[in-house]
């Protein structure tokens, strides 16, 4: 089983639309999650830490359910320049980061 | 720079081949890790440096990769008898004390593995 699952896609949305990507994790230890962002052949960029209460970022929202292991990213309003692969990452402290496969996300106009 | 620097950006060698990369991360943090990405695939951890702490080699592949870290600076990833799945964007992070709570890494640009 692998550490952190992510739906791969791709989701094709117009622009405007409200997305939800989901993530699950294996260890239970994990204490820190993440979203990142990774743009075609460019290198992965934080995107928002995903606290236990949820949290916003302007149109991005993160949210964490322990009980499941679950992480999800809620992108509203989306634009064309949302277009990117999303990362959900997972960390126990003093290890390193370890990052799902992605999702892909099209944006069209 | 400021950032990341690895070098080469792209390397093409022949199967059975050694290769080195090198990675500068930012100056003053204290954490380096090296992960690699396939086509269309995630970022696969492979090793992880902190401190002066022994590094976590757990990621590793086989025994034909290993890395050094020196003077907890600049370090040195190395593939011996290159295979042609090695092939892969190598990547390596750094960060600062502190990155389990802010989860920032920062990466460079990535070497560009080719095995033929």
């Known amino acids: 089983r692998k550490e952190v699952e992510q739906d791969p896609g791709p989701f094709n949305v117009p622009e405007g639309a409200t997305v939800a990507f989901n993530c699950t994790y294996s260890n239970s230890a994990s204490q820190s999650f993440f979203w990142y962002r990774q743009d075609c052949r460019k290198e992965p960029k934080l995107l928002m830490s995903?606290?236990?209460s949820g949290n916003e970022d302007g149109r991005f929202t993160a949210q964490l359910n322990r009980a499941s292991q679950y992480i999800s990213l809620l992108i509203r309003d989306s634009k064309l320049s949302d277009s990117a692969t999303y990362l959900c990452v997972v960390n126990q402290a003093g290890t390193a980061l370890i990052f799902g496969k992605g999702t892909t996300l099209s944006v069209s106009s | 720079g400021a950032g990341v620097s690895q070098s080469p950006s792209n390397k093409v060698t022949e199967k059975g081949k050694d290769v080195e990369l090198r990675c500068d991360p930012i100056?003053?943090?204290?954490?380096l890790y090296w992960y690699r990405q396939s086509l269309g695939q995630g970022l696969e951890f492979l090793i992880y440096?902190?401190?002066?702490?022994?590094?976590?080699k757990s990621g590793l592949p086989s025994d034909r990769f290993s890395a050094e870290r020196t003077g907890g600076s600049v370090s040195t990833l190395t593939i011996q008898r290159t295979q042609q799945e090695d092939s892969a964007v190598y990547l390596c992070?750094?960060?600062?004390?502190?990155?389990?709570?802010?989860?920032?890494?920062?990466f460079g640009e990535g070497s560009r593995l080719t095995v033929l």
């Open positions: 992070a750094s960060s600062s004390p502190g990155t389990s709570i802010t989860g920032e890494l920062f």
């Open positions: 440096f902190q401190g002066n702490s022994a590094p976590d």
């Open positions: 100056s003053g943090h204290t954490a």
């Open positions: 995903v606290y236990s």
